[in-house]
C-alpha cells in the first residue's frame, strides 16, 4: 500500500470553550451540537438572523464545554466576529488559534503517529482523515501536494467552499448540504426560520449546486450555463484535470431534471453534464 499524501489547506481555526460554550453554540449553530459525543465532529452553519449564510464550518468537540470550529481559509475573523456579537452575560470564551489543517489522503491507521487532532474526513469517494493543530503533520507521508490538487478533490466530491459556492447572499438548502449540517429537532437556533420553510416545500430552493464535468475546453469560473436561449445556472468553482475538468455551479429550479447543459463564456463554450450534489 502507497504511504498517504498530505495536502496543506487554507483554514482557520476558532476555540469556543467554557462553561456556556455548549448551550451557546446550541443556539447559534443549525447543528445539534449537544449531541456531539468527545472527539466527533459535525458540519454546520453558521447563519444571519434573515436565515442566509454567515459561514459553512466543522465543529467538533474535544471535551465538555471545549469545541473547536473549522472554516474555510480567511473565513475565520466572520465567524468570531459573528459568534461574539451575542456573547452577553455568556460564560464562554471564542478565540482565534494559530493553527494548521491538512488533509491526508488515504487510511490512517489509529496507531500511525500523527501532529495533530485527527478528524476523518466523511465524504463519499473520499478516503481521507484532517489533522488540526499548531504545526498539522503526518511524518511518514509520501509527500505534501497543494492547493490546486486539493481543488480536484474537493470538487470532484462536491464539497462546497466559502467565497465561491457559498456568501452571505447564500440560502444553506441551495447548497446541498442542509442534510448533513442541520438539525431539525434540536429547538431554536439564529436562522432557523428560513431553512425549516424551504426544506417544507416541494420546490425547494430556488437554485441548488451541482457538479459539473466535461472534456473539452475549460470554462472559466463565472461561465453560464445554457440551454438554447436560456440561462440556466452559473460556475462557481473550476479545477482543470487530465481529462478535461471539473467544476461546482448552481443550476436553477426551473431547470432541475436537466442533465446536459452548455458552459458559455466570451470566447468560448462547451457541453457538460450536471450531477446533483
Same mark, same amino acid.
Given at each position: 500500500m502507497s504511504p498517504p499524501v498530505l495536502f496543506r489547506r487554507s483554514r482557520d481555526v476558532i476555540a469556543v470553550w467554557g462553561p456556556d460554550a455548549e448551550s451557546y453554540l446550541q443556539g447559534q449553530l443549525s447543528q445539534d451540537v449537544a449531541a456531539l459525543a468527545d472527539g466527533n465532529s459535525a458540519w454546520s452553519f453558521v447563519l444571519q438572523p434573515t436565515g442566509k449564510v454567515d459561514a459553512w464550518l466543522r465543529i467538533t468537540r474535544r471535551g465538555e464545554g471545549d469545541y473547536l470550529l473549522d472554516v474555510d481559509g480567511g473565513f475565520g475573523g466572520v465567524v468570531e466576529s459573528r459568534l461574539r456579537r451575542f456573547l452577553l452575560r455568556t460564560d464562554c470564551a471564542v478565540e482565534s488559534l494559530d493553527w494548521e489543517v491538512a488533509t491526508v489522503l488515504g487510511t490512517v491507521d489509529a496507531e500511525t503517529p500523527v501532529d495533530g487532532i485527527a478528524v476523518v474526513v466523511d465524504w463519499e469517494g473520499i478516503t481521507a482523515v484532517d489533522l488540526l493543530g499548531p504545526a498539522a503533520s503526518l511524518p511518514d507521508a509520501a509527500g505534501e501536494s497543494g492547493t490546486e490538487a486539493w481543488e480536484v478533490e474537493r470538487i470532484g466530491a462536491g464539497i462546497p467552499a466559502m467565497g465561491s459556492e457559498v456568501d452571505a447572499d447564500t440560502i444553506p438548502n441551495a447548497t446541498g448540504q442542509v442534510g448533513r449540517s442541520v438539525s431539525f429537532t434540536k429547538g431554536c437556533y439564529t436562522g432557523q426560520?428560513?431553512?425549516?420553510?424551504?426544506?417544507?416545500? #416541494?420546490?425547494?430552493?430556488?437554485?441548488?449546486?451541482?457538479? /459539473?464535468? &466535461?472534456?473539452?475546453?475549460?470554462?472559466? #469560473?463565472?461561465?453560464?450555463?445554457?440551454?438554447?436561449?436560456? /440561462?440556466? &445556472?452559473t460556475l462557481t468553482s473550476v479545477v482543470a484535470t487530465q481529462d478535461g475538468f471539473l467544476a461546482l455551479g448552481y443550476r436553477k429550479r426551473s431547470a432541475i431534471d436537466l442533465d446536459v447543459a452548455e458552459a458559455r463564456w466570451e470566447d468560448g463554450a462547451t457541453e457538460v453534464r450536471l450531477e446533483t450534489t
Open positions: 426560520e428560513l431553512v425549516a420553510r424551504i426544506d417544507s416545500r #416541494t420546490a425547494g430552493a430556488p437554485t441548488r449546486l451541482v457538479r /459539473v464535468s &466535461g472534456t473539452g475546453p475549460v470554462p472559466p #469560473t463565472g461561465a453560464d450555463l445554457g440551454v438554447k436561449d436560456d /440561462v440556466v &445556472g
